[in-house]
């Protein structure tokens, strides 16, 4: 992540006044150490279970760049999402986050390509409070429930291993 981007993401998710946890791949720690002085509300961390802290209680949205596996973790985990798609699929699972799916709203970068802080801001507040909240409580009721006994994953699980093992007699 360029320098400008790192530090206008850490100016947004600041100017948020929430507190946030920033994964920043190690790479990056030259464009960090500046930046490390300003930061009040959150923490960085190089690296975390991304899904133990989508589960968590804590956790009011997920600033991503929507890659497939973090748009399903946190789908799953009830998190309303900031999409900041940046290549191949991830534009792809930021439209069916925002427009199908309901749980998320896409952040616009400038023409320079670099998300500004006070988008940042807007779109954290904006799914923080809006209607992105309540259809991701709504996903993750169904995801509970498609993947419990007897619910659609099992059903589907079961169907399955009947159809290769009879096969196989």
């Not at 988008?119 to 429930?145: H, L, N, P, S």
Request: charged residues 30%; proline residues 2%.
């Amino acid at each position: 992540m360029a320098k400008e981007q790192l530090d206008e993401l850490l100016q947004g998710l600041e100017g948020s006044g929430r507190p946030y946890l920033c994964v920043v791949r190690k790479d990056n720690k030259a464009e960090l150490a500046e930046a490390e002085s300003r930061i009040k509300n959150g923490m960085v961390v190089e690296w975390c279970d991304q899904v133990r802290v989508l589960s968590h209680a804590a956790v009011g949205c997920f600033v991503t760049h929507c890659g497939w596996n973090s748009s399903l973790e946190a789908v799953a985990c009830g998190v309303p999402m900031v999409c900041v798609p940046q290549m191949s699929d991830q534009r792809m699972n930021a439209w069916l986050v925002e427009c199908e799916w309901r749980v998320g709203a896409r952040a616009e970068v400038g023409s320079d390509d670099v998300l500004r802080a006070a988008e940042v801001r807007r779109r954290v507040e904006e799914v923080m409070q809006g209607d992105a909240r309540v259809a991701a409580a709504e996903w993750k009721r169904a995801v509970v429930e498609a993947l419990g006994k007897d619910g659609s994953s099992d059903h589907n699980l079961r169907a399955f291993m009947e159809c290769i093992t009879s096969d196989v007699q």
